[in-house]
């Protein structure tokens, strides 16, 4: 039964797949505003700082959502959100963002961009996790057996709550996250094409639970109702 499951739950991400491009520059600058919690809908926050964390996201997600534009476009981006009523931009002593709670949940618009995007934001989040699994490790792992580590985590997260997405197990996804971190420099390929940590993360396992950390912060904040369809 949990197989069919997990094969219907990856046929309707499908589906969903096919609108993820027309709206992946309003995703990411969803997630990058809900990076910064409950503030978003009260105080606001200042645009210098929802830049540089937008940035972040965004040139992690560079192949799975392939938009040479996105970074230098994100103002534009800000002002059609605005104009559709998701947020307003503010100008006090700096400029600031607030997101506009929906009176109608059937209407939230922000939170449909969430629920679409955050898949994306888990897959890397299983990626570095399962990366702990590479240290102190001499010998270097396949990417194959890297992609399964992570999937399989996925799985035990999805089903023990503790993960609200079953389609951030995508191999592709999976896969995409190891080529943006080979880039980062977190992780190498060996003479025998295995993968391993970068001697700087090596020496350092700081800047992996950093990146891991930061990666979390995007992450949709669990409620009860967050299971409610299991």
Not at 40 to 58: P, V
Not at 120 to 140: A, K, M, P, Y
Not at 206 to 214: Q, T
Request: glycine share 4%; hydrophobic share 45%.
């Amino acid at each position: 039964v949990r197989g069919q499951t997990n094969i219907h739950m990856m046929q309707l991400a499908m589906y969903r797949n096919g609108i993820l491009h027309a709206l992946q520059r309003e995703g990411i600058a969803a997630l990058a505003l809900s990076s910064f919690g409950k503030t978003i809908f009260t105080d606001g926050i200042r645009m210098t700082d929802f830049i540089e964390a937008h940035n972040f996201l965004s040139d992690l997600l560079v192949d799975e959502f392939v938009d040479r534009n996105r970074n230098e476009c994100i103002r534009g981006t800000l002002a059609d959100m605005e104009k559709h009523g998701l947020i307003s931009v503010e100008k006090r002593n700096f400029e600031f963002i607030q997101v506009h709670e929906a009176p109608v949940a059937k209407e939230d618009m922000f939170t449909f961009l969430l629920e679409l995007f955050c898949p994306f934001v888990d897959s890397l989040w299983l990626t570095t996790t399962t990366l702990l699994s590479l240290e102190n490790q001499r010998v270097g792992v396949m990417e194959r057996m890297l992609v399964e580590r992570a999937q399989w985590f996925g799985e035990k997260s999805y089903f023990e709550r503790m993960m609200a997405y079953f389609d951030a197990t995508s191999k592709e996804s999976i896969r995409c996250a190891l080529k943006i971190f080979m880039r980062r420099g977190i992780l190498q390929v060996d003479d025998s094409t295995s993968l391993t940590l970068s001697p700087e993360v090596a020496a350092n396992p700081n800047i992996l639970h950093e990146l891991i950390s930061r990666i979390a912060s995007y992450r949709k904040p669990f409620t009860p109702t967050s299971f409610a369809r299991l």
